[in-house]
């Protein structure tokens, strides 16, 4: 609907809505006629019983010309009917001129009423575009016709005029605004069944018909915005439950652009560039506009009705198969990745093969690796606890290590039993120290070494070096290693002072539930 004009911007059913206004209208345009017709026949006569032969021939005229252009109007030519109405009313205009000046004041302004209230119903039943029209005539003959007659108006009735005439535009403009909204649930098509039918089964049935989200909107253009009519988005968990679905459905529109735009800015093109006549359905890919790599695919519909309306529905299962085409395509690249990793590790092998003829540390080099690569792509986690000799262990990997790569590292433990065990996981224990080894093995120093310090819960691996702040950021770095020294000790990070870097790990880890919590800390 046209806000100036109120005209529907559909031409059928602009049509169809003047074709129901003549149901009203001309029952009135009937009695409007009747009445000209006997004014002017009653004048005719009193202008020939007085002699007045040019208002005779006039009002003789006007009453033909009454009979006929009803006749025509009646049973040829109904959309002739405003304009009809329009020169009736004109002629009431004109027809202050003849005010007789003879008149009692109180008979005057009986006469102006009956005048007023004669124009009112004929702008009443007219279309808002004439009667607009005949109100702003009204009010610029009768000024001038008063201005003429008498040319002594005061300032004071012409604010009056003004402010009526504004008010009754008022008035007239939400009268037939109110007319053709109430039209719209009152009219029947038999071809195309009746408006307000369909829209009752687009409430009813879109809900039960689309188990995605959906949100059917039309544009406002008074605030120039997006308003939802009906919309399921409240009913998903990837949007604001809390949240109207007007606020949806605007973050929705904002959030994801398409060919270098947001959706918002793309459907409001759409509707200066849409063609009332086309149904338009499309299955769009859109992009986040914060993460470029997530998508989603909506299946995007206009069309029209009585105004341009939209609708988007999120389709959930194109989701779905894109989100796995995402991760199998994610898998591709690790896979990719995991087997270029693999190729490396096999051909650094084959050269330390190769060297192992004159290089006897080449084969402790070959173990480590496979014990680090085991390590880091290991999948499953063994969370078993175990009894564990801690000083065998350490002095294993430090023999193994300092074999493979001519390091020296000094070993000490502070505590009376040689065959110290510790109740860890086991697996666990041997992926961090296999990491720590390799971090160690990488210093090039000549004096490193470590000690084992046992307090009443916890074991502390002490580790002296010259360059503590590298070797402590080096290892802060790893997430994996950290993720590993949080489950066999009772923190992440490591402790560090001026001489060396102290690993934290629990002594017992069968007995942490019956540990007070200020001890684990």
Known sequence: MNKFTLSFNAKELELKYQENRYNFTIPVFKGISLISFIICVLRTILSFIFEEYLTL??????????????????????????????????????????????????????????????????????????ALLQLINNLIIKILIAEISNGNISLQTYLYTFFIAFMAIFVLQRTNKQYRQSFLFTITDNSQGSLIIIIRIQEMFIPLLLDNPFAYFTFDQNHLSFQVRLSNFSEFP????????????????????????????????????????????KILELNNQKKPNEKLIVKYSEFYITELMFMIVIDQKQQIILSQNQKINKLEKGIKVFIGGINKFLQAQLHLINKANYDRNSFYKMQTKLMYILTKFSISKDIALSSCDINSKISYFIKLYQKAYNIQIQYRHHHADHDFCIITM????????????????????????????SEQNFIDLIIYTKSIA??????????????????????????????????????NMGHLEDMNPFELS
Not at 426 to 449: R, W
Request: hydrophobic fraction near 45%; proline fraction near 1%.
């Open 57 to 130: 021939y006039i009002f003789l005229g006007l009453g033909i010309l009454v009979l006929i252009t009803t006749f025509v109007i009646l049973y040829y030519k109904k959309s002739w009917i405003d304009n009809y109405l329009i020169f009736i009313n004109h002629i009431l205009m004109v027809y202050q001129y003849s005010v007789n000046t003879g008149y009692d004041a109180q008979e005057a302004y009986l006469f102006g009423q009956m005048m007023m209230t004669l124009h009112i119903v004929i702008m009443l039943i007219s279309d808002f575009k004439c």
């Open 238 to 281: 990837q949007f604001n439950q809390y949240q109207q679905s007007q606020t949806n459905l605007k973050a929705l529109l904002r959030k994801y652009v398409i060919f270098g735009t947001t959706l918002e800015d793309f459907i409001f093109n759409r509707v200066n560039t849409h063609n009332n006549k086309l149904l338009v359905n």
């Open 426 to 453: 086991k697996q666990m224990l041997n992926q961090l120290l296999i990491k720590l080894m390799t971090f160690l093995s990488k210093h090039n120093e000549d004096q490193i070494s470590i000690e084992i310090f």
């Open 470 to 507: 590298a070797l402590h950021v080096q290892l802060q770095k790893k997430t994996n290693f950290r993720k590993i020294l949080k489950k066999i000790g009772p923190f992440d990070k490591l402790i560090v002072n001026q001489e060396s870097i102290i690993i934290r790990l629990y002594k």
